[in-house]
């Protein structure tokens, strides 16, 4: 029963993690409606961009945030531009691109990384803070204070800049958007790449926490995408609620049921929030069935 | 894709000359849409048709049949072109992208498997349950995913793909969990485990032709026509009074049993099965996806070209580059796959349909 407590706080730290890691899924997937299976590849770009600039630069792992971020930002932005631009309403294409691209980035990884897991390991991934009987990892800490400001951080810039509000306005209508000045296309290619960044941004929070190998990605696509659904497209706060939601019932199903099946029932959860309410809790109802067909 | 009601219109264009037929025709063709070859004469040529294109298809096997480097790929190529072809019932007639048939997949090898070294029961009766057993949990669970589009649709398969491996992995009561099931060398009939290679390939190629022999007739009937009404148009096709959700499913259970079946067959050539072989999304889910794609998605022969261009291709890389950097050769098809999407919509039918048309009319314009 004590352990209740633990249990809450490390799946409330495990939902930083995964709400992470969707903020950037959930601005591509609900603005600009392209289901990017190659996501999970750019936080793992991150984890190595943060790890070989730790390691050949001397960098401090989350001082390379501002170098690493920004050029996983580039490289989301020549994927908008060169692969899904051109596949603009095409979902069935757009999935077997970014399905491809996923394999591309993978396997160019493990060539080049050998196959090799690494870490940037040591103390600073191992310390821990105590409170009374709880014990908190430091990193992960820092992962969900990170998170919280990013979501607040993204929050502000949708709804108090220009960018941004142009932004919600290509989501909510294209072809208006496109009368009041707004040039869509562009706006995609930024949000794209923002989304991208902020991916390369969580690869990089989370270097300290997990081993590095080519297939991390892997991990965090599917959590990621059970996160944006479940807590509605493009919804801001709806990916970190629904982060927190899919890391304590992650905890607690890990602690309580058995450790691997827990994967398996919030896999569960998603599809039956999926089924029940496929807009999800913080979306636009129907979404799901109207977002990806052309916008007249 | 088109709309059938625009390309009625330009059909119907007193302008066109008659013999140049337009895009959105040939399009339409390509798709099944348009039947050229109706009647009793028609049939018989069709019959023809895929007569000759099995014929083709049997070549390399009689050619290669003594060498087991080539067999072995052979024998994969009419495999995957068997399981690509089922994967197109529901993936390219009715649209509908599925990344979840390493679960009907991963059915038919565990149930085969499990049955034969518990029970000795022989893979021919047991092939037979598992596909129905894979039926109906493809009704199952396709029941409540059917009502999402697109890839909200494909996320969900994928979903289910690894549920599938969480739990394979899990219940090793059932499954031998991780360490897999080994299935030992008994050769015989009854066992369908052969001494020599070219047996596998015959089997095989009777699987591949025993899937694309019903897509051919499921293109025909009634259901097949249904599952394109669906994939073009889904509102239209609930308005014009199709049950929509029924022909999805059957399509489904159709496509599931299927690729069950090709499932036993892969168990029983390995003798080998863990969860990992038959649940990595790379190399099951989206390759079955991936082969019709690159040959022609919705179309009779596309998955069989799909397989025969990718299998050996993709042996070919692995065997020359993967061992100087591992993981190249998947990049490479990763690579291609993109390209594919890009610039290949229609894949390797839909170009060879595009090449023909053009010496036809280059050949017209000669006359």
């Keep these: ?296 | 894709m088109n709309n059938i009601e625009t390309s009625t219109l330009d059909k119907e264009m007193p302008l066109a000359p008659p013999q140049v037929r337009s895009n959105a025709e040939s399009e339409l063709e390509h798709y099944g849409a348009i039947h050229r070859d109706c009647g009793i004469d028609g049939r018989k040529q069709t019959l023809l048709k895929y007569l000759g294109g099995i014929a083709i298809a049997f070549l390399p096997f009689i050619l290669m049949v003594n060498d087991p480097y080539w067999l072995n790929i052979i024998a994969f190529t009419y495999l995957m072109g068997g399981l690509a072809a089922a994967w197109n019932i529901i993936g390219g007639f009715a649209g509908q992208f599925s990344l979840g048939h390493g679960v009907f997949f991963g059915i038919g090898a565990y149930v085969t498997a499990r049955f034969y070294t518990l029970f000795d029961v022989s893979p021919w009766l047991s092939m037979i349950p598992a596909a129905l057993f894979a039926a109906l949990i493809a009704v199952l669970i396709s029941w409540p995913t059917f009502r999402l589009r697109g890839p909200f649709f494909a996320i969900a398969t994928m979903a289910f793909n690894e549920v599938a491996f969480v739990i394979a992995n899990h219940f090793d009561s059932l499954t031998n969990g991780p360490s897999g099931i080994l299935i030992p060398f008994k050769p015989g009939f009854a066992n369908m485990i052969f001494v020599e290679r070219w047996q596998y390939g015959l089997l095989m190629f009777v699987f591949a032709a025993l899937v694309i022999g019903i897509t051919v007739l499921l293109r025909r009937s009634r259901l097949g026509y249904y599952l394109l009404a669906v994939r073009e148009d889904e509102d239209a096709a609930r308005a014009a009074g199709i049950n929509v959700l029924s022909v999805k499913l059957r399509g489904m259970a159709l496509s599931a049993g299927l690729t069950s079946i090709g499932g036993t067959l892969f168990a029983m050539y390995l003798r080998y099965i863990d969860p990992p072989t038959l649940f990595t999304m790379t190399d099951v889910g989206v390759k079955f996806a991936l082969i019709t794609l690159i040959g022609g998605i919705g179309t009779i022969a596309g998955p069989l070209l799909g397989a025969a261009l990718i299998i050996p291709f993709e042996n070919f890389l692995r065997a020359e580059l993967a061992s100087a950097l591992p993981g190249i050769n998947l990049a490479i098809l990763g690579f291609l796959m993109v390209l594919a999407a890009l610039f290949m919509k229609r894949g390797l039918v839909g170009a060879l349909t595009d090449l023909w048309r053009k010496l036809e009319l280059m050949w017209m314009a000669r006359k």
């Design chain 1, 1 to 296: 029963m004590d352990q209740i407590l633990n249990v809450l706080v490390f799946g409330i730290l495990l939902g930083g993690i995964y709400g992470l890691v969707s903020i950037g899924l959930n601005l591509i997937f609900g603005v600009v409606r392209i289901v990017n299976f190659a996501q999970g590849e750019l936080v793992m770009f991150g984890m190595y961009g943060s790890y070989y600039a730790y390691t050949y630069l001397g960098l401090n792992p989350y001082l390379a945030a501002l170098l690493v971020a920004p050029l996983v930002g580039l490289i989301g932005m020549a994927i908008q531009r060169l692969v899904i631009q051109p596949l603009h309403n095409e979902p069935n294409m757009q999935i077997f691109a970014t399905f491809g691209l996923l394999m591309m980035f993978q396997n160019i990884m493990l060539a080049i990384s050998r196959g090799e897991a690494v870490s940037i390991g040591g103390d600073a991934g191992a310390a821990v803070l105590a409170l009374g009987d709880m014990k908190i990892s430091v990193v992960r800490l820092v992962t969900f204070i990170a998170t919280t400001l990013i979501t607040v951080g993204l929050h502000l810039f949708l709804s108090r800049t220009m960018a941004g509000k142009s932004i919600r306005a290509v989501t909510q209508d294209k072809r208006s958007a496109r009368v009041m000045g707004i040039n869509v296309e562009r706006t995609f290619l930024y949000t794209f790449g923002l989304g991208a960044g902020l991916a390369g941004l969580a690869g990089v929070l989370l270097t300290p926490i997990y081993s590095i190998t080519p297939t991390v990605g892997g991990n965090f696509i599917l959590a990621a995408f059970a996160v944006v659904v479940l807590g509605g497209l493009g919804s801001v706060w709806g990916a970190y609620i629904g982060g927190l939601i899919v890391g304590i019932v992650e905890a607690f199903a890990g602690y309580y049921i058995d450790p691997s099946l827990k994967s398996a029932i919030w896999f569960v959860i998603f599809l039956i929030v999926l089924i029940l309410r496929p807009s999800g809790l913080f979306g636009q109802v129907g979404a799901e069935e109207v977002g990806f067909r052309e916008q007249h």
